[in-house]
Each structure stands twice: as structure tokens, then as C-alpha cells.
């Protein structure tokens, strides 16, 4: 869609005074910058932070969406817009939805807030909009304990998940001083379904128990190291400049599993090679939303 299409007025531009008034008015009067994450570490070493329930689909409260569970920099905790070129996927949202009524966003509920996981731009466009409610595919935090005072909630349930995936992939144990990072924190259960789909077929072509860590850990030597290694070698980074290597392999791992039913069997170097073909061919790239949200459609 030509840019001449877009709507001629959006609600963009005044978000993005909005942020820049609220940025000049901490740095004339000292205010504090936004919450920092304390003692997340120590907290993280003790105890398991959340008991979780997957709620499913339903209108919630978009004043009570207060924050993102992702690595989201292209907003501020308010859901300004702190980037210029937030702009054009901000505009073409309200082109195609100008009455609300976005597709459904995921979140995160702990306690009576909402923490954002995919959809910012269609939250950001809906607190401008003063639209009151919004649908959701929400999963629900239970704290098994309080919270410390302080703690940047949105980080700690990013940080809980990876915590989760890494204890119950057996990584934690097998390999210690693995880094899988994500952008969103719904990477983490994806991936952990698939090692544990791994450490099933290597129980079957042994013939015998295989613990959940000798399998992760043989899922990472043979599977996900050479993939990553073929990522970095097509340089696929440069494409899609911000997803992460772990988001990049799901990325190559679901365009696989989509073309196994007419192609069969294709190595995860092979088709992360297909891919930097394809998208090095198209004239106008969008990176994939459920990859890291930033086309937010």
C-alpha cells in the first residue's frame, strides 16, 4: 500500500509530543527515569516467582495494560512512541482499523494489570483513542509469594519465563552458561515444546531414558548450534535487525515445518538459506509480527 494511502490524520503525532514533553520535563526537573529492576537476580535464585493458568480470549480493560513483558524499545512504560519510525506501522493500523476492533493482542495478567507481550502498537493506538477495552489472549500470573518493592514487573515475568525454560529443558543443568534470549517472552514455551519433542524421538531411537538434560544438551550440539552457526553465515540478522538469534531460529524452524507437507524433509541450514534468498527477492520486506511485533498488524 502506497504511502499517499495512509490516513491523513493520525493520532501519532500527538503521542509523540506527548513522550517528548514527558522526556524534557525528567531531564528539566530530575525526575526518575523508569522503574529499574532490582535485586532480580537474588530473587530469581530463590524461589519460583509464578504459578501460571492460560486464560484464553477476552475483552480486558485497556487502562489496566500497564506494561510490556517483552524487550520492547520502540515505546515508553506510558506507550508513547519513542521512535520516529513507529510512525508508518502506527498509521497503517489505523487505516485498516479505524474503528477499533484490532485483532486480539497476548498479555500477561498479574494481578489486576496486564503485561503486553504481542501488540503494543494496537495498545498504544487504543490508550490514544481512549478505547476501553480491547481483546486479549491472556494467561494469568499467581505469585507464589510477594514481590519485592521495586522490582520492573514487566522484566520479571520476562526473566521468569526464561527461568522456566531453561530449568525444565534440563539447559539450566546441562549447560549452565547458555544464552537463548528472545524478544518476546512466548519464544521460551515454543522452544521448550520443541526439545522436549527432541528428547521423545532420541528416547526412541536409543531404545532407553534419556534425561531431560543429556537431551538438551544434544539438541543444542546437534541442532540448534549448527542452525544458529548457518543464521550467522546467511546473515540473517541483517534483515531482520531486531530479532534475536533464538527468534531467528523459530523463524527458519516455522517456515520448515510449513513447506514439510510438499517438500518433506529439508535441514534447518538448508532452509535458513532459502530463506535469506527469499527475502533478499522481495522488493519491500516485512519482518514477520509474532517474530518480535514490530509490524503489529
Known amino acids: 500500500m502506497p504511502w499517499s494511502d495512509l490516513p491523513e490524520t493520525s493520532t501519532f503525532e500527538r503521542a509523540r509530543r506527548r513522550e517528548a514533553y514527558r522526556r524534557f520535563g525528567r531531564a528539566v526537573t530530575g525526575g526518575k527515569k523508569s522503574a529499574t529492576l532490582k535485586d532480580l537476580d537474588e530473587v530469581r535464585e530463590r524461589l519460583r516467582l509464578f504459578d501460571q ?10 487502562a489496566k495494560i ?3 513483558a517483552g524487550r520492547n524499545m520502540e515505546f515508553d512504560k506510558n506507550f508513547l512512541p519513542r521512535r520516529h519510525d513507529v510512525q508508518e506501522r502506527w498509521r497503517r493500523l489505523e487505516l485498516h482499523y479505524p474503528e477499533g476492533g484490532f485483532p486480539p493482542i497476548v498479555v500477561y495478567k498479574l494481578n489486576d494489570m496486564y503485561f503486553v507481550v504481542d501488540g503494543h502498537h494496537r495498545v498504544a493506538i487504543a490508550k490514544q483513542t481512549k478505547i476501553e477495552y480491547i481483546d486479549a489472549e491472556v494467561t494469568e500470573l499467581h505469585p507464589r509469594r510477594a ?4 522490582l520492573d514487573l514487566g522484566r520479571v515475568i520476562f526473566a521468569e519465563q526464561e527461568r522456566i525454560f531453561l530449568e525444565e529443558s534440563g539447559l539450566a543443568e546441562a ?3 547458555v544464552n537463548i534470549e528472545f524478544s518476546k517472552p512466548d519464544g521460551y514455551p515454543e522452544l521448550l515444546e520443541l526439545i522436549q519433542m527432541y528428547g521423545y524421538r532420541l528416547m526412541l531411537e536409543r531404545n532407553e ?3 531431560p538434560p543429556v537431551a538438551a544438551e ?5 541442532i540448534y548450534t549448527p542452525a544458529v552457526e548457518a543464521i550467522r553465515d546467511e546473515k540473517l540478522h541483517e534483515l531482520f535487525p531486531r530479532a534475536t538469534e533464538a527468534d531467528l531460529y523459530l523463524l527458519v524452524h516455522q517456515r520448515r515445518l510449513a513447506l514439510f507437507p510438499e517438500r518433506g524433509y529439508v535441514s534447518m541450514e538448508d532452509m535458513a538459506r532459502e530463506l535469506k534468498e527469499r527475502e533478499t527477492r522481495r522488493p519491500v520486506r516485512r519482518v514477520v509480527r509474532r517474530l518480535t511485533g514490530s509490524t503489529d498488524h
Open 209 to 211: 531414558i534419556v534425561p
Open 53 to 62: 493458568t492460560y486464560i484464553g480470549l477476552m475483552p480486558i480493560e485497556v
Open 147 to 150: 514481590l519485592p518493592e521495586g
Open 218 to 222: 544434544h539438541w543444542h550440539e546437534n
Open 175 to 177: 549447560l549452565p552458561d
Open 66 to 68: 500497564v506494561g510490556t
